[in-house]
């Protein structure tokens, strides 16, 4: 089992930066991968970002170039985004996300609590 716990979301202009953290706590040497999603009203969840245990990296396109996933290399529980060129369409609600495998049985995700973004024009 794993807890996540979200931090940094906040009000930004249209152009400014935001960075934001996921610790996560518990069961984290069976994480496979992390990650951050995000919900805008109406939408569907996506994907914005994510990192697996091996180091291999993927962003949706529309952040290509103005976000960054990184992790805590120390410690390995500690996911960051952090996100430059903000736009009033990356305005929702971040989740962090967890791909948790416990010896041969399914992935599963486990979530944060979610943290606002919003991007004033």
């Known amino acids: 089992q794993v807890q996540l716990v979200e931090s940094g979301g906040g009000l930004v202009q249209a152009g400014g930066s935001l960075r934001l953290s996921c610790a996560a706590s518990?069961?984290?040497?069976?994480?496979?991968?992390m990650g951050w999603y995000r919900q805008a009203p109406g939408n569907q969840r996506e994907l914005v970002a994510r990192i697996t245990s091996g180091g291999i990296i993927n962003y949706a396109d529309s952040v290509k170039g103005r976000f960054t996933i990184s992790r805590d290399n120390a410690a390995k529980n500690t996911v960051y985004l952090q996100m430059n060129s903000l736009k009033p369409e990356d305005t929702a609600v971040y989740y962090c996300?967890?791909?948790?495998?416990?010896?041969?049985?399914?992935?599963?995700?486990?979530w944060g609590q979610g943290t606002q973004v919003t991007v004033s024009s």
């Open positions: 996300n967890a791909e948790w495998q416990f010896g041969f049985s399914p992935s599963r995700p486990f």
């Open positions: 518990g069961s984290i040497l069976s994480i496979n991968a």
